[in-house]
């Protein structure tokens, strides 16, 4: 005879329980308004999220427009400031159109459900993001999912499907390691086999390419017919939303068969605002590109030559491998205390299962607080 349990949510308990003894328990930490630690942990690429005209951006939006956006875009939710906002950033990415969403999770899921479908085949990156994992699973694709950065991988599992309505999707700089994709060799791949590429550029926006234009335009993709890229407004831009960049039949597309788009509420004004002033700021300023770049490596040269494993970074993330997820929640925790917030990364937020602290090479950082940073680092890194 089957028993019924009389607490439905009794197995959580067993569920916590595991994550603790194995070191993977999480739990939030409400950071203050005038926190004092120095912020490695963020994704503040440029240091735009706190500057003036960035917060005006959205204070100006917030009172021209309200709180929020009312409603989903097809409804209500679409003003001037979002298609101002749309019309710049397809600009200045060298994009023929782009469609904002509330946020970059959203975008992704957009672009492959509107794009896939039962009779298509998507070729993912092992190490993508979660959101594109999702996007594909709920594409209701056939998914393939081939080795990290290898397009001869992609090559070979596309010429096994010749035909087919395809789509390669990859991170243009991959969140874990901060690697970059070997775009140029995955878009010939696609070329040669008729399919599309999707490209996430969250990392690569304001970072990559001339005046931080992104990956697709450093790799000469940007406004090809059979290119699509995603990004956020979270990361350079300092504010909250997403994005998908494209043709403007795909743009189209999405407005009529995304349901992420169609039955989510708009982004909000304020935060449409403040990615526009950063947007334009970018614009201004194209120093800030390279100088995200200069901090990350300065970073990595000196955390190895300190005897740290770190991968080389090709935009802003360095990564720093632990020997265990519990050393690198110490690690971590021990830079906290001595005044530096990292980012801890370990499974199963990590692909291979290698727990890392996370480090953002912010563009705004000066050469006292890299010293800081660094110095911080070695002194509480865990003993092998």
């Known amino acids: 005879m089957h028993r019924t349990s009389s607490d439905p949510f009794g197995w959580l308990d067993e569920e916590s329980s595991r994550r603790a003894r194995a070191g993977l328990e999480r739990t939030l930490r409400p950071r203050p308004a005038d926190a004092v630690l120095l912020d490695l942990a963020s994704n503040d690429y440029l240091g735009l999220t706190r500057h003036p005209a960035v917060t005006r951006g959205a204070a100006e939006a917030a009172r021209t427009w309200g709180g929020g956006a009312t409603g989903s875009r097809l409804v209500t939710g679409t003003t001037e400031l979002h298609a101002e906002l749309e019309r710049e950033l397809a600009e200045f990415c060298g994009f023929e159109a782009a469609l904002v969403f509330s946020s970059g999770y959203a975008a992704n899921l957009a672009v492959l459900t509107a794009l896939g479908g039962r009779d298509s085949l998507i070729v993912s990156d092992a190490g993508n993001h979660a959101s594109l994992v999702d996007g594909c699973r709920l594409a209701r694709a056939e998914t393939a999912v081939v080795a990290h950065a290898d397009p001869e991988a992609v090559a070979k599992t596309l010429a096994g499907h010749p035909g087919r309505r395809a789509l390669v999707v990859s991170d243009s700089v991959f969140s874990v390691d901060g690697d970059a994709a070997p775009l140029t060799a995955l878009a010939a791949a696609c070329r040669a086999h008729g399919a599309a590429l999707v490209v996430d550029d969250a990392h690569g926006l304001g970072v990559l390419g001339e005046g931080g234009r992104g990956a697709a335009y450093a790799h000469g993709l940007a406004g090809a017919p059979d290119t699509v890229a995603t990004l956020t407004l979270s990361k350079s831009l300092g504010s909250q939303g997403g994005a998908v960049l494209g043709p403007a039949r795909v743009i189209a597309h999405l407005v009529n068969a995304a349901r992420t788009f169609i039955f989510d509420t708009g982004l909000a004004p304020a935060a449409a605002g403040a990615a526009l002033a950063a947007l ?105």
């Open 280 to 384: 334009r700021l970018l614009r201004e300023r194209p120093a800030l590109a390279p100088r995200a770049r200069e901090v990350a490596a300065e970073l990595h040269g000196r955390l190895t030559a300190a005897g740290l494993a770190a991968a080389r970074p090709d935009a802003a993330v360095v990564s720093v491998r632990a020997p265990s997820p519990e050393a690198a929640v110490r690690w971590a925790a021990d830079c906290r205390d001595r005044g530096l917030a990292v980012g801890c990364f370990r499974p199963p937020s990590v692909p291979d299962g290698i727990s890392r602290l996370r480090l953002t090479a912010r563009a705004d950082l000066t050469g006292e607080q890299i010293d800081q940073a660094v110095s911080v680092i070695l002194d509480c890194a865990p003993v092998s």
